[in-house]
């Protein structure tokens, strides 16, 4: 009875003193600095939109041009998608045809958009700028965890009200995301400097 009760206390002892030497043994550890995934970009190449629309411009070739399916989705709404990237640039249009009450609505609504995401953001700047082609549009870049980081919206007060706005497809935190919303920026500035209406 001795010796099993020696025997079993010389494994426990003999247990403890691996452990412990394998402990102290171990190399140091020292965390990795967090990194991103690698996200691998096309360069930058264009193509007009077919016609069919009160209005043209240039989009990404490697974008898909998609009707609106949405229930509240008028003829011209468009989706700018970018399948690898799972990037949506939603185009919506109004014809406001000389309607100040229509073209005030618009405005509101746009900005209404826009103020939505103050929950969220970290900053909202708007800047006006005038497009090659003449026209003014108000642009706004929006920081923090906000679902659109880029929109913008043009009209000639008249007859024309074009909004775009860029939305991801996923749950991916932006600042991880930011190589891309910087690549679809671009090319948002590139449909808003090649947008005009027919």
Known sequence: MSVVRFWGGSLLAAGVASLLASCSS?????PKPKGYNRIDLPPHRYRTLASGHPYTFEYSQSAKVLRDSSYLAQ??????YYPALHANVQITYTNVVRNRQLYN???EDA?????????KATSIEEKILRTPNGMRA????????VPSQFQFYTT?????????????????????LAPVI???????IQLLNTLKYK
């Not at 706004?140 to 965890?145: D, K, P, R, V």
């Not at 007060?157 to 991801?168: E, G, I, M, V």
């Not at 910087?182 to 948002?188: A, L, N, R, S």
């Open 26 to 30: 171990a190399p140091d550890f020292t």
């Open 156 to 176: 000639d007060s008249t007859k024309h009200f074009f909004r775009a706005a860029l939305y991801f497809r996923t749950a991916t935190a932006n600042d991880s």
């Open 138 to 145: 108000s642009v706004f870049e929006l920081e923090g965890e």
């Open 75 to 80: 003829p011209d709404w468009l989706n700018v």
């Open 182 to 188: 910087e690549y679809v920026k671009y090319d948002m």
């Open 105 to 107: 609505k618009m405005m």
């Open 111 to 119: 900005r209404k958009l826009t103020g939505k995401h103050q929950i």
